[in-house]
């Protein structure tokens, strides 16, 4: 499966997503930690692979998949559906109007 | 709601009766139907707790598949068997995404022979099944023994990889492309790229619109990843505790 990258590169990323997720130190985690002591236990880093490495490292890559997903789904949502309604100043300053300062009145 | 403030500090698991906790600091997370939270897999309870945890000033429950998936196979709120919900994900086969073809325009109809062709042949061979593919409107017309045979197949899995197993034939709408990654012969991005392929392909003709392509692209990523992983996590026989797990 060339499609997923190395195990050191899904590792790496582990880390990276993890470092993104985690408010506090990410190393004190439970997720760095079983993730860390899998990579070790099953020497997932190595380069030859047998099938029992190759299911944990496709494990890998999907909960990669899923924490980077999860993120660039949550900016994009906060960047283009969060903002709520516009307020009348707003949508008046989309047509370059601004709103009358005097009940009733001219602006 | 959508979202709620975030209203704990720590997030920690723990070992039950029944399997894996989630404590939101001395608090056990229950289920919407206020079951207690208890998931057969350490590494499960991991993700879950996790999600939790990433949370920062609100909790964005849209955003926590797995925790969903968990919540889904406590509570079972269709109130479906096993065998209900086997015949719900073989069913999807009729409609498959990879077997349904266009014929125009033309550019289309080669990119779907090109991507989809090599995936129906893989499952093909796999399960020693006839799938073909179709152009006619009715969809492809599947065998019995095909359907039978994944039905045979479905029944291996337990009560909770099923609903997973269910939930990524849905968000995929197709049958090959879930069991193609269930089978680790693709990968979440391939399978969501192929699920995707029409779409993929106007993108490329007429332009992305970032809010809205890329939005749902990530989103069909994420939910994708999240039931493969939780399938995969429900099935390892060796981290799994079997008596939550009887149907």
Same mark, same amino acid.
């Given at each position: 499966?060339?499609?997923?990258?190395?195990?050191?590169?899904?590792?790496?990323?582990?880390?990276?997503?993890?470092?993104?997720?985690?408010?506090?130190?990410?190393?004190?985690?439970?997720?760095?930690?079983?993730?860390?002591?899998?990579?070790?236990?099953?020497?997932?880093?190595?380069?030859?692979?047998?099938?029992?490495?190759?299911?944990?490292?496709?494990?890998?890559?999907?909960?990669?998949?899923?924490?980077?997903?999860?993120?660039?789904?949550?900016?994009?949502?906060?960047?283009?559906?969060?903002?709520?309604?516009?307020?009348?100043?707003?949508?008046?300053?989309?047509?370059?109007?601004?709103?009358?300062?005097?009940?009733?009145?001219?602006? | 709601?959508?979202?709620?403030?975030?209203?704990?500090?720590?997030?920690?698991?723990?070992?039950?009766?029944?399997?894996?906790?989630?404590?939101?600091?001395?608090?056990?997370?229950?289920?919407?139907?206020?079951?207690?939270?208890?998931?057969?897999?350490?590494?499960?309870?991991?993700?879950?707790?996790?999600?939790?945890?990433?949370?920062?000033?609100?909790?964005?429950?849209?955003?926590?598949?797995?925790?969903?998936?968990?919540?889904?196979?406590?509570?079972?709120?269709?109130?479906?068997?096993?065998?209900?919900?086997?015949?719900?994900?073989?069913?999807?086969?009729?409609?498959? /995404? @990879?077997?349904?073809? +266009?014929?125009?325009?033309?550019?289309?109809? *080669?990119? %779907?022979?090109?991507? $989809?062709?090599? #995936?129906?042949?893989?499952?093909?061979?796999?399960?020693?099944?006839?799938?073909?593919?179709?152009?006619?409107?009715?969809?492809?017309?599947?065998?019995?023994?095909?359907?039978?045979?994944?039905?045979?197949?479905?029944?291996?899995?337990?009560?909770?990889?099923?609903?997973?197993?269910?939930?990524?034939?849905?968000?995929?709408?197709?049958?090959?492309?879930?069991?193609?990654?269930?089978?680790?012969?693709? /990968? @979440?991005?391939?399978? +969501?790229?192929?699920?995707?392929?029409?779409? *993929?392909? %106007?993108?490329?003709? $007429?332009?992305? #619109?970032?809010?809205?392509?890329?939005?749902?692209?990530?989103?069909?990523?994420?939910?994708?990843?999240?039931?493969?992983?939780?399938?995969?996590?429900?099935?390892?026989?060796?981290?799994?505790?079997?008596?939550?797990?009887?149907?």
């Amino acid at each position: 499966m060339a499609a997923l990258g190395t195990p050191l590169q899904t590792f790496r990323g582990l880390l990276r997503e993890l470092r993104h997720a985690s408010g506090r130190p990410y190393r004190d985690t439970p997720a760095y930690q079983h993730i860390v002591a899998t990579f070790r236990a099953h020497r997932v880093t190595s380069q030859k692979l047998c099938r029992a490495q190759q299911e944990l490292h496709f494990q890998a890559a999907t909960y990669l998949c899923l924490l980077r997903s999860v993120r660039e789904h949550t900016a994009l949502h906060r960047e283009y559906h969060g903002k709520g309604e516009r307020s009348p100043e707003e949508v008046a300053g989309l047509v370059g109007f601004r709103l009358p300062q005097q009940p009733g009145g001219k602006g | 709601p959508s979202e709620r403030k975030r209203f704990y500090q720590n997030v920690s698991i723990s070992q039950g009766e029944g399997g894996f906790e989630i404590n939101l600091d001395h608090r056990k997370l229950k289920t919407p139907q206020a079951k207690l939270f208890t998931v057969p897999s350490e590494a499960l309870a991991i993700a879950v707790a996790t999600e939790w945890d990433s949370q920062k000033d609100t909790i964005k429950f849209y955003t926590m598949h797995l925790t969903t998936l968990c919540n889904t196979a406590l509570d079972n709120p269709t109130q479906r068997n096993k065998m209900q919900l086997i015949r719900a994900a073989v069913k999807f086969l009729e409609t498959d /995404t @990879v077997c349904y073809r +266009v014929e125009e325009p033309a550019a289309l109809a *080669e990119l %779907q022979k090109n991507e $989809w062709d090599p #995936v129906v042949a893989w499952a093909e061979k796999r399960y020693n099944v006839a799938i073909g593919s179709s152009t006619s409107i009715l969809g492809p017309s599947i065998p019995a023994s095909t359907k039978e045979t994944f039905v045979s197949h479905l029944a291996s899995y337990n009560m909770w990889a099923l609903q997973g197993i269910e939930y990524v034939i849905t968000q995929l709408k197709s049958l090959i492309l879930s069991m193609g990654l269930i089978d680790r012969h693709i /990968t @979440v991005e391939k399978a +969501v790229l192929l699920s995707r392929l029409e779409e *993929e392909y %106007q993108i490329q003709r $007429w332009g992305n #619109v970032e809010w809205a392509h890329d939005y749902d692209l990530c989103e069909l990523r994420a939910r994708a990843a999240a039931g493969t992983l939780f399938v995969h996590l429900c099935s390892e026989s060796s981290t799994v505790k079997h008596k939550l797990l009887q149907d």
